[in-house]
């Protein structure tokens, strides 16, 4: 679909290459650099794809699919005063109105499916890919935040674990973070855009910033044959 009606699956993929033990004067907390930014249309969900190149004395880089656990885990349950959970029906004043990220519906929770809808916090360290999307308005960029209506979701996400081990071991790479979705074009249009990451090790310390050059999707499109 084309996003008739602003709701479409995302989904991330991820390709990283590295090599172990370069030069040992790597920055222990994650380095990055910008090194691409393509559009990909196909016939089904389009792909933008950014590259980047890294470098960590570490090598704690990558998450693995068991890495669920504090501080990895995705939300943080909300509760009140006297421990019990947060539902939909009993929520406070302060409490926002039910969508997808705020709320979740039947959660497991210590090991038991809780059948109701539960008050969540996100936990940014679910994640080690950091990616916020910025349009040029007027000359000025403003950022376009996926997490708001009528979205309510994000292109943060994780990339695999570099390395096996947690002996400590100096890495360079490349991560290619693939987005697909099947709404690119009819958001985007024509507008000049900005696309920021960072990325974060798993003692929870983040990287640098860095920026794609100001781009519209017609100049960053590659067509696969």
Request: proline share 8%; net charge negative; glycine share 6%.
């Amino acid at each position: 679909m084309r996003f008739k009606n602003y709701s479409g699956i995302f989904f991330l993929l991820t390709l990283v290459s590295a090599c172990v033990n370069p030069p040992e004067n790597f920055p222990s907390v994650p380095s990055i650099t910008f090194e691409s930014l393509e559009y990909i249309p196909t016939s089904g969900p389009d792909s933008l794809i950014i590259g980047l190149d890294f470098q960590d004395a570490e090598g704690d880089l990558g998450l693995a699919a068991t890495d669920i656990f504090p501080p990895f885990n995705a939300v943080e349950y909300q509760r009140d005063a006297a421990g019990n959970l947060i539902t939909y029906g009993n929520k406070p004043i302060e409490a926002p109105s039910y969508n997808p990220i705020d709320w979740v519906i039947d959660p497991i929770v210590n090991n038991q499916v809780v059948k109701d809808t539960i008050w969540v916090k996100q936990n940014p360290n679910q994640y080690n890919i950091f990616v916020r999307f910025y349009i040029k308005r007027n000359g000025q960029f403003t950022e376009f935040r996926w997490q708001d209506p009528p979205f309510y979701t994000t292109f943060n996400g994780r990339f695999p674990r570099i390395l096996n081990t947690e002996e400590g071991q100096a890495v360079e790479g490349n991560i290619r973070y693939a987005m697909l979705s099947s709404g690119w074009e009819s958001i985007f249009r024509t507008d000049t855009i900005r696309v920021d990451v960072e990325i974060q090790d798993r003692q929870l310390n983040r990287s640098n910033e860095v920026s794609s050059p100001e781009v519209t999707l017609r100049q960053i499109t590659r067509n696969i044959p």
